[in-house]
C-alpha cells in the first residue's frame, strides 16, 4: 500500500511558477514510477510527467521544456516544478504511484486526492 499526499497548488498569473509536492507513505525507492496527471473540466486525465525508480524522466509535450518532476528520495517526496504557467495548465493535478505485487504478480497503481492549479489572471 501507498498513500500520497498532495499539496502546492493555487491560483497563479499566466507566465507564474508553481511546485506541487506529493509525499508517499514509504520509500520511494521501492515505487517502480511515479508521476503526475492532470484533468481540466470536460476533459480526460492526461500524463505530465513520470519518473522512474532508475530516474528515467518523461513528459508530455504540452510541458517539455516547462516542467520538470524531481525527487527527494530522503522524504520520500517527488515535486511538480512548474514554470511558465499557461491558462491551458488549469487543471485538477493528481499524484500517482505504480508498483508490483510480486505475490499476485499483478500490478498496483495508486493516486492522491489532487490539488488544483488554476493559472489566470
Known amino acids: 500500500q501507498v498513500q500520497l499526499v498532495e499539496s502546492g497548488g493555487g491560483l497563479v498569473q499566466p507566465g507564474g511558477s508553481l511546485r506541487l509536492s506529493c509525499a508517499a507513505s514509504?520509500?520511494?525507492?521501492?515505487?517502480?514510477?511515479m508521476g503526475w496527471y492532470r484533468q481540466a473540466p470536460g476533459k480526460e486525465r492526461e500524463l505530465v510527467a513520470h519518473?522512474?525508480?532508475?530516474?528515467?524522466?518523461n513528459y508530455a509535450d504540452s510541458v517539455k521544456g516547462r516542467f520538470t518532476i524531481p525527487r527527494d528520495n530522503a522524504k520520500n517526496t517527488v515535486y511538480l516544478q512548474m514554470n511558465s504557467l499557461k491558462p491551458e495548465d488549469t487543471a485538477v493535478y493528481y499524484c500517482?504511484?505504480?508498483?508490483?505485487?510480486?505475490?499476485?504478480?499483478?500490478?498496483?497503481?495508486?493516486w492522491g486526492q489532487g490539488t488544483q492549479v488554476t493559472v489566470s489572471s
Open positions: 500517482n504511484a505504480e508498483t508490483f505485487d510480486y505475490v499476485r504478480g499483478v500490478p498496483r497503481v495508486y
Open positions: 514509504r520509500s520511494i525507492d521501492s515505487i517502480n514510477r
Open positions: 519518473i522512474t525508480s532508475g530516474g528515467t524522466t
